[in-house]
């Protein structure tokens, strides 16, 4: 019988021979090889959310210079640059327009923390650029584009993170290593869930004037033309199509993707099947599903996602999570912490607890992959478009109201209705990056 303290022996033995090498020892190796005084130039894309909270652990490194930041919002550009000014003495550049930032010569790395919708042309125009990139999730808002970005990392050979930092946890690594002990048992089915209040927002409010300092025009981008209107702006934009795709791919992404890790999957599923709608808030003014459930089929087990949203609170007393359900006892597991629940006296119960340190330690192994010129970073840009195609699946699915399988390769569900969600129709005059071999 495996207890909670030979798990943990036997993990830090494993550890200590250097089976989890390429998830830590990269920045040892790197740090050996860069200079006490030399400055890696980084630029800011998107610097009102996870942009400015990526930044902030990049600026944890004495040699990070923050040297540019761009925004569509002149109120948050100006405090943005005030507060780097105030911490390091040295005022960054600052921009409207992304392109005008990629022109620099002195950028080594641009982080992305605009909206889903600008992820894929941002990305790839770093990529040619010469830029490595720290980019956030989900990668793109659409399938077509996830194969245009890891094609573009590719073609540059450019070094890419995605900012799914459950990659680079210590406890979601020892959740890898005890769903590899073979200890759960046969896992037949993964579940997975996330249902957060935030995603039920309010009843619909008129649109509005542009707000002042902010330009609108660069905002939509690539989306359609619209008027303003304050609920699809700030944050709340993830709840509508053109920009987000709800809670599958907000939170979605995060969790299948540890699901995929757990279960070692590296390809698409061979059904997906999808019920989804605005069943709990038919009134409110997100177009994306407040219920929803997504099945993925493969050979034998399952993944389930669900998501309810308005609500905060879900299966084993966590509002989202993951149990992976073994003949032996089931893993649960979210960013506090995870527990093993035997199946009678099969194997022993424990628990385990988060450090807390996931986004540091991501950032710490993407700038130890620039140093070293390893593509092999903690999450990546393959990792990020493989779930991220996972949520896309489910939402499409759920959209059309019919069970899917989507040949990759060929890049089409051999559905017509299906197909048409594939690849975003860009607002001219921007252009989707090529995506197809």
Same mark, same amino acid.
């Given at each position: 019988?495996?207890?909670?303290?030979?798990?943990?022996?036997?993990?830090?033995?494993?550890?200590?021979?250097?089976?989890?090498?390429?998830?830590?020892?990269?920045? =040892?190796?790197?740090?050996?090889?860069?200079?006490?005084?030399?400055?890696? &130039?980084?630029?800011?894309?998107?610097?009102?959310?996870?942009?400015?909270?990526?930044?902030? /652990?990049?600026?944890?490194?004495?040699?990070?210079?923050?040297?540019?930041?761009?925004?569509? /919002?002149?109120?948050?550009?100006?405090?943005?640059?005030?507060? %780097?000014? !105030?911490?390091?003495?040295?005022?960054? =550049?600052?921009?409207?327009?992304?392109?005008?930032?990629?022109?620099?010569?002195?950028?080594?790395?641009?982080?992305?923390?605009?909206?889903?919708?600008?992820?894929?042309?941002?990305?790839?125009?770093?990529?040619?650029?010469?830029? #490595?990139?720290?980019?956030?999730?989900?990668?793109? @808002?659409?399938?077509?584009?996830?194969?245009?970005?890891?094609?573009?990392?590719?073609?540059?050979?450019?070094?890419?993170?995605?900012?799914?930092?459950?990659?680079?946890?210590?406890?979601?690594?020892?959740?890898?290593?005890? %769903?590899?002990?073979?200890?759960?048992?046969?896992?037949?089915?993964?579940?997975?869930?996330?249902?957060?209040?935030?995603?039920?927002?309010?009843?619909?409010?008129?649109? +509005?004037?542009?707000?002042?300092?902010?330009?609108? #025009?660069?905002?939509?981008?690539?989306?359609?033309?619209? +008027?303003?209107?304050?609920?699809?702006?700030?944050?709340?934009?993830?709840?509508?199509?053109?920009?987000?795709?709800?809670?599958?791919?907000?939170?979605?992404?995060?969790?299948?993707?540890? *699901?995929?890790?757990?279960?070692?999957?590296?390809?698409?599923? !061979?059904?997906?099947?999808?019920?989804?709608?605005?069943?709990?808030?038919? =009134?409110?003014?997100?177009?994306?599903?407040?219920?929803?459930?997504?099945?993925y089929e493969f050979n034998d087990f399952q993944i389930r996602w669900s998501n309810h949203a308005g609500a905060e609170m879900g299966?084993?007393? &966590?509002?989202?999570?993951?149990?992976?359900?073994?003949?032996?006892?089931?893993?649960?597991? @979210?960013?506090?912490?995870?527990?093993?629940?035997?199946?009678?006296?099969?194997?022993?119960?424990? +628990?385990?607890? *988060?450090?807390?340190?996931?986004?540091?330690?991501?950032?710490?192994?993407?700038?130890?992959?620039?140093?070293?010129?390893?593509?092999?970073?903690?999450?990546?840009?393959?990792?990020?478009?493989?779930?991220?195609?996972?949520?896309?699946?489910?939402?499409?699915?759920?959209?059309?109201?019919?069970?899917?399988?989507?040949? /990759?390769?060929?890049?089409?569900?051999?559905?017509?209705?299906? #197909? !048409?969600?594939?690849?975003?129709?860009?607002?001219?005059?921007? &252009?989707?990056?090529?995506? !197809? /071999?």
């Amino acid at each position: 019988m495996l207890t909670r303290r030979s798990f943990l022996k036997k993990s830090s033995a494993v550890l200590a021979a250097g089976v989890m090498h390429s998830l830590f020892a990269p920045y =040892e190796t790197a740090a050996r090889k860069v200079g006490a005084n030399d400055k890696i &130039r980084v630029a800011l894309i998107g610097c009102r959310n996870m942009g400015w909270s990526d930044l902030s /652990d990049f600026m944890r490194h004495p040699e990070i210079d923050c040297v540019a930041l761009c925004d569509i /919002d002149q109120n948050i550009l100006r405090n943005r640059a005030a507060e %780097i000014e !105030k911490s390091r003495s040295k005022r960054p =550049e600052v921009y409207t327009d992304y392109r005008k930032l990629l022109d620099r010569q002195d950028v080594d790395i641009v982080i992305i923390g605009t909206p889903d919708h600008w992820h894929c042309l941002q990305m790839t125009d770093a990529c040619s650029a010469g830029k #490595d990139v720290y980019v956030e999730k989900p990668i793109a @808002n659409s399938i077509a584009e996830c194969d245009a970005m890891v094609k573009a990392a590719e073609r540059y050979g450019r070094v890419v993170q995605v900012g799914q930092q459950q990659r680079s946890g210590e406890h979601w690594a020892e959740m890898k290593r005890f %769903i590899d002990g073979g200890t759960l048992g046969k896992i037949s089915c993964v579940d997975v869930w996330g249902n957060f209040a935030y995603a039920a927002l309010g009843k619909p409010v008129a649109d +509005t004037p542009v707000p002042e300092g902010v330009d609108f #025009d660069m905002w939509l981008g690539p989306a359609p033309e619209r +008027t303003f209107n304050p609920q699809r702006f700030h944050g709340s934009w993830r709840m509508f199509w053109d920009y987000g795709g709800g809670l599958l791919t907000d939170w979605g992404v995060h969790l299948l993707d540890m *699901a995929l890790w757990g279960m070692n999957v590296d390809g698409m599923p !061979k059904r997906v099947l999808a019920a989804g709608g605005k069943w709990a808030f038919p =009134e409110n003014a997100p177009e994306t599903f407040d219920t929803l459930s997504v099945i993925y089929e493969f050979n034998d087990f399952q993944i389930r996602w669900s998501n309810h949203a308005g609500a905060e609170m879900g299966p084993y007393n &966590r509002n989202y999570g993951l149990a992976f359900q073994g003949t032996n006892g089931t893993l649960v597991i @979210n960013r506090e912490g995870w527990e093993v629940i035997p199946n009678g006296k099969k194997i022993e119960a424990f +628990t385990g607890k *988060a450090d807390f340190n996931d986004h540091k330690k991501h950032v710490d192994n993407f700038l130890a992959c620039v140093r070293s010129r390893s593509f092999n970073t903690a999450c990546t840009i393959q990792n990020g478009s493989l779930c991220a195609k996972y949520a896309h699946l489910g939402n499409i699915s759920a959209r059309i109201g019919e069970s899917l399988t989507y040949d /990759d390769g060929k890049h089409t569900f051999h559905n017509k209705e299906a #197909d !048409k969600l594939v690849c975003p129709d860009y607002r001219s005059p921007w &252009r989707l990056p090529e995506w !197809k /071999d």
